[in-house]
């Protein structure tokens, strides 16, 4: 198999080539790299000077953190095809969930903090390597450090679409930075209960905030469009883990997708929590275990009575066969 890019090798322009080429791009890197001097990067709203190295609730100062980056081959197919997605994971979190399955990443924030030209040689070198796309995780609280990284890797000749890989805790602020930059966003919504999301990521706000956002990202991109290869090119691919003893809230996010943003959203159901970070038997007890298959069967019915015809097929393959 070739490991020239796809969308090189389609012909498939990236979105923010033209933002690059009619120099708005420039501009949006000055005005983020300014924003965070006062920092609202995150609905968080700190207000802390991040360009003097000071930070807040994301841990993260004047640089990115990044933990690793790799052809990562467990994401979607679309992400993944043949090659992986290049996955590119920054330490530090916004949110503050106690079951976080990347504990040492998010809370503890272990990992390099790579200034722009490092983090463009990374996407450079994950072009290289083949694979299908950029794959950001975690990046709701370094977006002006990725736009200050995007410029110096399409001169180095940066041409995969950029997924953004987020819990849709996000600002409106990035969001517009982001117009036209990100091909592909992949929100997480994981709570639909002001009270689950102030309990479990420390973020009361993360319903309301989560259903604007990804409003934004629908009206960003659309769609999610495959190519001729089942490669994701350009839209919204939603995420929802199914929690234990959450299931109303996974029917509720249903409904809101087909009702708001249309029954051919493309969603992947996640079916694979595992107790990990604060929980234990004497700390949040009641999510101290997996999903029973039963939990995973009623949201997949939640799903299709919704309406939503486009779940992430292994995923529900995987969900069916839980024991
Ligand atoms: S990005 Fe970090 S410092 Fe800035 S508002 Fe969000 S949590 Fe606070």
Redesign the pocket.
């Known amino acids: 198999m070739s490991t020239i890019p796809q969308t090189a090798q389609a012909g498939v322009q990236p979105a923010y080539l033209g933002l690059f080429e009619s120099g708005e791009l420039r501009h949006r890197v000055e005005e983020a790299v300014v924003s965070l001097e006062t ?10 000077d ?1 360009l003097a190295d000071k ?4 841990k ?1 100062g004047r640089y990115a953190i990044v933990s690793s980056y790799f052809a990562h081959f467990g994401e979607e197919d679309c992400l993944r095809g043949w090659n992986g997605s290049g996955t590119i994971f920054f330490s530090g979190c ?1 949110l503050r969930c106690v079951f976080c399955q990347n504990y040492d990443i998010s809370w503890e924030v272990q990992g390099l903090a790579v200034p722009p030209e490092k983090l463009a040689k990374m996407m450079l070198d994950l072009q290289r390597r083949g694979c299908h796309n950029i794959n950001f995780v975690t990046p ?2 370094v977006v002006p450090q990725i736009l200050e990284a995007l410029p110096i890797a399409i001169q180095g000749g940066l041409r995969l679409p950029l997924v953004y890989n987020t819990s849709a805790y996000d600002s409106m602020e990035s969001l517009r930075l982001l117009d036209g930059v990100v091909d592909i966003y992949m929100p997480d919504f994981k709570w639909w209960d002001r009270e689950m999301a102030r309990m479990y990521s420390k973020a009361p706000d993360y319903p309301e905030v989560a259903r604007r956002t990804i409003k934004e990202m629908n009206r960003q991109v659309g769609t999610l469009i495959l190519d001729e290869n089942g490669l994701a090119r350009r839209g919204l691919l939603i995420r929802h883990l199914v929690m234990p003893g959450g299931i109303a809230s996974t029917k509720a996010i249903c409904e809101w997708i087909a009702r708001e943003l249309g029954p051919d959203t493309y969603v992947d159901l996640m079916p694979q929590y595992y107790p990990a970070g604060k929980v234990s038997a004497t700390q949040y007890s009641e999510i101290n275990r997996r999903i029973f298959p039963q939990e995973y069967h009623e949201a997949l019915d939640f799903a299709y009575v919704a309406g939503l015809r486009r779940l992430d097929p292994r995923e529900v393959a995987r969900g069916k066969r839980l024991v």
Request: proline residues 5%; charged residues 25%.
């Open positions: 920092c609202r990067v995150c609905p968080r709203d700190c207000g802390v991040r930070f807040a609730v994301c993260t916004n709701e609280h």
